[in-house]
């Protein structure tokens, strides 16, 4: 065999392979997609989920009576982090709000 025909080959077996990949990653990135669609939408449902839930809870239901009926409690809100301005830390602005001692006193 000659070095064109051995090249050939090697072009050949490596379209082969791509093709395979290419062919193998369809489903995986059809099912991503709609994954990603329905977490989205279901992220979407949380904040009226809770404040429902919540609203059940203050009408009376326990959260027993609600888990029997299949209504999970939601997950704690997360609130996002105020940022703090350079230099500043939280034990310094705690600190603001005591009493300072005199020095030299």
């Known amino acids: 065999m000659d070095a064109q025909k051995i ?6 077996i ?10 193998a990653i369809g ?8 994954r990603k669609q329905l977490e989205a939408a279901l992220a979407e449902t949380e904040a ?3 404040k429902a839930y919540t ?12 888990s029997q009926l299949g209504a999970d409690a939601p997950e704690p809100s ?6 703090q301005t350079a230099g500043r830390s939280r034990s310094a602005s ?12």
């Open 7 to 12: 090249l050939s080959k090697a072009d050949e």
């Open 14 to 23: 490596e379209s082969a392979r791509q093709a395979a990949r290419k062919g």
């Open 27 to 34: 489903p995986l990135a059809t099912i991503l997609a709609e």
């Open 48 to 50: 009226p989920y809770r």
């Open 55 to 66: 609203t059940a809870e203050a009408a009376g239901w326990s959260g027993a009576e609600l």
């Open 78 to 83: 997360r609130r996002a982090r105020g940022k």
């Open 94 to 105: 705690r600190a603001e709000g005591l009493p300072q001692s005199p020095v030299n006193a």
